[in-house]
């Protein structure tokens, strides 16, 4: 079992993304660990500066950015790393959609990856297409066409002109909004291609015992049937992320999309974060990219990893800490912790370095073990001033307003800069995220002001991920358990906003003290 320097790199990926990181890296003086799952993986410009470990896959990881402790497996044996980051940039899958469109592959009917074969190939272009006239490429026909799969449809059309072969292209939704797609797309068609566009029918496609491929469909311009016989027929593809991908994100728990690309679809994670400090994810692993994104990703992965480096940590005391004599074990923490900053050691314990201060282990304990500076009860209340005295003969509610400091805080600010109206009594308290906002939080509120209002993050924007749903849960259950006391709801309310929405923030304060005027002082007056 052999261990590395913990100010290495870590490497996962064999395609020219990894590559391209590996060599940029180097170029910058760092060490790196390159582990591909390929035993015939070669990296020829690297020489002797890298650690290369062919045959290798990924076991288990624990620790924290700057000292990520890793078991890996290299055929078959069992071996341990350290690294300071990680960047996984493994590659994709592509699958052929052949059984989307009912057809079974042939020499006629073939896949966009085997017409860049026939391309690339001198000898595969001379015979296998020097014969063809007609070729017609499928595309987004069955599912939503991607604009990756597209640009590569449209080149390869525009490399079959110098063969004579007249090209068409059959799809429904076009998109060509992405950086330079219209304009090849109407270099394509002064070539000569072809397109035809579905809304709602579907040709039907009828091979011949001779190999040929004849499409049958009705032209929704000029509404007639017509009949187009092909030499070949190309099939689009499906891009996804590697099975192994999909296992690395489980031992590193990362979020992931909605198709398992391993970075969750989330502005704060942009262009090259996952919820995991120290690990980020870069080309083919994080999306369907195109080779200008692939470039992209390799240099904001070598900035990101480099400004990383372990040294560049400085612990604060503003980390969530855990009281080891009330804490009982029950691991809410560390299900709950977006981060995975939560560790099981002899007792539960915080790796300083994950945590990002969000507090939302501090609201879901149970046995109130877990504190952060600036999030405990006292210190949340002491900041509940009511500006204007009670004292007065016009009712003038005080509330008290939950703002994230990444969005709702920011936009208050914005709101008073450019001078909106906000409540007379308006008392704002910023929190590193709305899911750090406890039940207690609320409660103490609701002992002085008249009405609460939680602002927190768009869903999908939440730095934390799920802070926001957090916070709407835990006001809904203080809703629905008060409303049997005689407590109106409305005292209690929850907005989503964005840091740029100075207006709404305005609207929505005025409104919710309009609502708060409607039903008089709170219970405290009362």
Do not use: W
């Not at 904001?300 to 855990?322: M, P």
């Not at 609201?363 to 900041?383: F, W, Y």
């Not at 914005?414 to 409660?443: E, R, T, W, Y």
């Amino acid at each position: 079992m052999t261990m590395s320097e913990p100010n290495k790199i870590l490497i996962l990926g064999n395609g020219p993304c990894a590559h391209s990181i590996a060599e940029d890296i180097l170029a910058k003086g760092d060490e790196i660990i390159i582990a591909v799952k390929e035993n015939d993986a070669d990296f020829p410009s690297l020489g002797e500066k890298a650690e290369i470990l062919t045959g290798t896959t990924l076991l288990s990881c624990r620790g924290a950015v700057g000292n990520f402790n890793l078991t890996l497996i290299r055929n078959g044996e069992r071996i341990s790393r350290i690294s300071a980051n990680i960047i996984i940039a493994e590659e994709a899958v592509r699958k052929p959609n052949f059984s989307l469109y009912g057809l079974s592959p042939s020499s006629n009917i073939i896949s966009l990856s085997r017409i860049r074969e026939l391309l690339s190939d001198a000898s595969d272009r001379e015979d296998g297409l020097s014969k063809m006239r007609k070729i017609a490429f499928l595309t987004g026909l069955a599912r939503e066409s991607n604009p990756v799969i597209l640009e590569e449809i449209m080149r390869y059309s525009l490399d079959l002109q110098p063969f004579n072969i007249q090209t068409y292209i059959l799809t429904k939704n076009l998109k060509v909004g992405e950086n330079k797609l219209e304009a090849l797309y109407r270099r394509t068609k002064d070539a000569g291609a072809v397109y035809i566009k579905f809304t709602d029918t579907l040709p039907e496609i009828r091979c011949s015992e001779d190999g040929s491929v004849t499409l049958l469909f009705n032209d929704e311009i000029m509404r007639k049937k017509f009949s187009l016989k092909l030499d070949m027929l190309v099939a689009d593809e499906t891009i996804s992320p590697s099975d192994y991908a999909g296992k690395l994100a489980a031992i590193f728990e990362i979020d992931t999309d909605i198709n398992g690309f391993v970075q969750a679809d989330n502005v704060h994670r942009v262009s090259v974060f996952t919820n995991r400090k120290g690990i980020l994810v870069a080309g083919p692993s994080r999306s369907v990219q195109s080779p200008k994104d692939e470039a992209a990703d390799t240099g904001n992965a070598v900035l990101s990893s480099l400004n990383l480096r372990s040294d560049s940590f400085v612990q604060t005391e503003d980390k969530a800490e855990i009281n080891s004599g009330l804490c009982a074990r029950c691991l809410t923490c560390y299900r709950s912790c977006p981060y995975r900053a939560i560790a099981i050691a002899d007792s539960i314990v915080v790796m300083p370095e994950a945590c990002e201060q969000c507090g939302i282990c501090a609201a879901v304990c149970p046995g109130r073990a877990i504190t952060i500076k600036g999030l405990t009860r006292d210190e949340i209340s002491s900041q509940m001033v009511n500006s204007v005295p009670r004292e007065q003969e016009t009712f003038v509610p005080f509330l008290v307003a939950f703002c994230c400091k990444r969005s709702a805080s920011q936009a208050g600010e914005l709101a008073s800069c450019m001078g909106h109206p906000l409540p007379q009594s308006l008392n704002i308290i910023k929190v590193p995220c709305a899911g750090g906002i406890s039940h207690d939080h609320i409660f103490s509120a609701l002992d002085k002001a008249d009405g609460v209002l939680i602002l927190t993050c768009h869903e999908g924007n939440c730095h934390s991920e799920y802070g926001n749903l957090y916070a709407t849960k835990r006001a809904e259950q203080i809703t629905n358990l008060l409303s049997n006391t005689g407590f109106e709801k409305e005292r209690i309310a929850v907005r989503t906003l964005a840091s740029n929405m100075a207006k709404e923030f305005a609207e929505i304060t005025d409104d919710f003290e309009k609502k708060i005027i409607e039903l008089g002082p709170g219970r405290s007056e009362k």
